[in-house]
């Protein structure tokens, strides 16, 4: 049967199993938005704002697991979505982003809304594709969702001029994708599994070191519990490892690096086998590289070949996928009815109690003092027992939620760790929400963050997502006065905020309800009416204490344990 | 350390840009890239010469690699390879010097390609980087109106090919 580029995109699209997407129409994508119309299958959610349209695909596709997709129309829709690609790329989430191009006779020619797409999101996606051939789509969409969904995956991007989405052919569904130059290695080399295994058994102070893989790798994050188990070893997460082991285990230690616990930072910095999965040594992570875990030997286990050796030499890689390496090492042990080193591994628990002991991430609040931001977190923890979706955007509360709010399982949790793009929180809390239109979705943020993408209040508002906004307000950017302080003896050059907008307003000029929260008292009721409203969206604003900073935190360059504690 | 890198690619549009901009993005510099179809039209050969340690250079493959149409990467320089560049140089002559620069050009074994006026001559050889650099050094005193090289060309020795069955 002929059809146009477009209805054959749509059509891809629900074969892909897409029944949602993020989007903003445009001239070079109307064929596609009149595809749309005339069916209904796939349910288009408008943004307000490209950039939004890719953090909310990205929500989207953390917490359902599926591949989330965003539709863009030419120039300034494409470069507007970039922010988002860098940020899916950096924190290797799944997407596809369909954009649309001046049609191909144009291209070249400084057409209106004519940018070079595939030029500029290059660096920015994990892939690419020009559409020139309406024949071509869906071999290109198939090729899309295979490349963003497997191997270590990422953002894809695929340009499709006007013409190519308005032009008829045949529609040939490709049934399946065989790529000659992308085939990820998915198990792990058996010789290497044994090897780590008799390392992992033998060691005195394992530490077992996760990241986003473990989440990226669906149903790895019980295989990380058993293995930890198996050991006895104990499990720090990253800031994008969050939940891949629940926070009450008394095997976790908490998140490492910068604003690490006390307790994480040193076992790195004592242990001597390091396991490595599905994270990827970031510097926010390591410190200073040639002080991280100096008596460690590191096994690494990635599905990414580039990320082993990059920082931190591997002196036993293992390619493969997080949640099949998990199987095969459990099975390994289980094989050779393996048991840890026990003797060794008290005298390695007593010196982690004596660290824990020192309650790195201890704060006081007073009953008639200000708010501390820490307080607001773990309040929000007790009322959601510490399993709603909780998103953030980035800087001082991203890091209080990331210690404070203790997650109890995995796939609730929505951070920008790599990119670290303010901007994040909203639209990707409201991605979740359409994912899981039942569960409670907390966005935490700043009063400087929310102003960037807040007109996706509008998007809320437009289809009901009840998302629950808390703005955890110092008046300030809250991270970069730390670091002037810390740095800059105290210069708070641009860090200022001295006409914040009333976000009890601001939420009802969308349509929602807004909360100002100035004393501890207020709070708990607060978040009560917050969490009891289903029907619309809610921003608490909380008045914090000015000035708190972040502890411990590693300052830049400096090693995990020359960490500052208060 | 120089590294010869020998990359199989598909034939497609933007991927020496995806190549060069592999390069440029993460701080590796391209002594030089050449790129050229083989006997299967849907697949490039390329030979790219780069400078870093052991390290870098393991970065450099592994980056090559995860480009999606990168079919397959191989550092030629620890194996026993060839590597071969061509050159075409413009030099400039007079009846005074003439027959010694055709003698050279003889005694080098390499080939007059544009022989109609007293004033200049082009030649056209090939040998190692090495070899022309030094064929360049012997024609300096005759005046150099330009050159053009290739950068290397590499191809491991033995029966075994570089090719995407293998």
């Known amino acids: 049967m002929k059809m146009t580029g477009a209805e054959i995109l749509v059509e891809c699209l629900k074969r892909e199993n897409v029944d949602t997407i993020f ?19 796939i349910k288009h959610y408008l943004v307000r704002h490209e950039q939004a349209a890719l953090h909310s695909a990205n929500g989207y596709a953390r917490i359902s697991g599926k591949c989330g997709v965003a539709l863009v129309t030419s120039g300034p829709g494409a470069t507007n979505a970039v922010t988002g690609l860098a940020d899916s790329l950096a924190d290797s989430i799944p997407t596809v982003c369909i954009s649309g191009q001046v049609p191909s006779s144009l291209i070249g020619n400084d057409a209106f809304q004519e940018a070079d797409v595939v030029g500029i999101t290059r660096s920015a996606t994990k892939h690419n594709f020009l559409v020139k051939r309406v024949e071509d789509i869906a071999l290109i969409i198939r090729q ?13 991007l695929v340009d499709i001029p006007k013409d190519i989405s308005g032009e008829t052919c045949e529609f040939i569904w490709p049934e399946t994708v065989d790529m000659r130059s992308y085939k990820p290695v998915t198990h792990g080399h058996p010789g290497q599994i044994k090897r780590a295994v008799k390392q992992m058994l033998a060691a005195k102070r394992p530490m077992l070191y996760t990241g986003g893989g473990i989440l990226n790798s669906v149903g790895s994050a019980s295989l990380l519990r058993e293995l930890s188990h198996a050991l006895n070893a104990p499990v720090t997460n990253t800031l994008m490892g969050l939940g891949g082991i629940p926070h009450d285990d008394k095997h976790f230690l908490g998140m490492l690096g910068m604003h690490g616990t006390y307790e994480a930072n040193m076992a790195v910095s004592h242990c001597d086998l390091l396991i490595a999965i599905g994270a990827r040594f970031d510097d926010r992570v390591t410190g200073r590289l040639d002080a991280f875990a100096p008596d460690a030997k590191v096994i690494h286990i990635d599905i990414d070949p580039s990320s082993i050796s990059k920082n931190v030499h591997a002196h036993l890689p293992i390619v493969g996928d997080v949640g099949e390496v998990l199987k095969q090492l459990l ?32 704060f006081e609040q007073t009953l008639d003092g200000p708010i501390k931001p820490q307080t607001v977190v773990r309040m929000i923890h007790e009322k959601t027992a510490g399993g709603a979706i909780v998103s953030t955007d980035v800087g001082q509360h991203q890091m209080w939620v990331a210690q404070h709010y203790g997650f109890n399982r995995p796939h609730r949790w929505l951070t920008s760790g790599g990119l670290g ?37 509008s998007t809320a508002f437009q289809y009901n997502l009840p998302v629950i906004v808390v703005i955890l307000n110092n008046g300030y950017m809250g991270m970069v006065r730390q670091w002037q302080e810390m740095f800059y003896e105290s210069r708070y050059s641009q860090s200022y905020f001295d006409s914040l907008p009333d976000f009890v307003k601001l939420a009802e000029a969308y349509g929602g309800t807004g909360i100002r929260v100035d004393r501890l008292e207020e709070l708990s009721p607060a978040l009560d009416k917050a969490l009891g409203l289903n029907d619309q969206f809610v921003i608490v604003d909380v008045a914090v204490s000015k000035e708190e900073n972040v502890f411990p935190m590693v300052p830049a360059g400096a090693a995990l344990d020359e960490m500052v504690l208060a | 350390m120089r590294h010869t890198i020998t990359i199989l690619v598909e034939n497609e549009f933007g991927v020496l840009t995806r190549v060069a901009g592999l390069f440029s993005a993460r701080g590796y510099n391209i002594e030089s890239l050449n790129v050229a179809p083989t006997l299967d039209e849907t697949v490039s050969r390329m030979t790219l010469v780069t400078r870093g340690d052991e390290k870098v250079i393991e970065q450099i493959k592994k980056q090559l690699n995860k480009l999606i149409p990168v079919i397959k990467v191989e550092d030629i320089s620890h194996l026993v390879h060839i590597e071969r560049e061509m050159l075409l140089v413009k030099v400039a002559s007079n009846a005074d010097n003439r027959s010694a620069l055709v003698q050279l050009a003889e005694d080098t074994r390499c080939k007059i390609v544009d022989n109609v006026e007293i004033s200049y001559l082009s030649l056209e050889t090939t040998g190692s980087a090495q070899e022309l650099d030094d064929f360049i050094k012997a024609l300096e005193p005759y005046g150099i109106i330009e050159i053009t090289r290739t950068g290397s060309l590499g191809m491991r020795r033995g029966i075994k090919g570089f090719t995407i069955e293998d």
């Open chain 1, 23 to 41: 989007g903003y129409p445009g001239g070079s994508v109307l064929h596609i938005y009149d595809a749309i119309f005339r069916q209904s299958h």
């Open chain 1, 144 to 156: 899309a969702f295979h490349i963003a969904t497997t191997g270590r995956p990422g953002p894809v």
């Open chain 1, 331 to 362: 099975e390994e042990i289980a094989r050779r009815d393996g048991k840890p080193n026990e003797e060794a591994l008290l005298l390695w628990w007593e010196q982690i109690n004596e660290w824990r002991a020192k309650d790195s991430l201890a």
């Open chain 1, 421 to 457: 793009t303010m901007g994040y929180g909203l639209p990707a809390g409201i991605g979740a929400q359409v994912a899981m239109p039942d569960e409670k979705v907390i966005i935490f943020t700043g009063d400087s963050s929310i102003q960037m993408c807040s007109q996706e209040f």
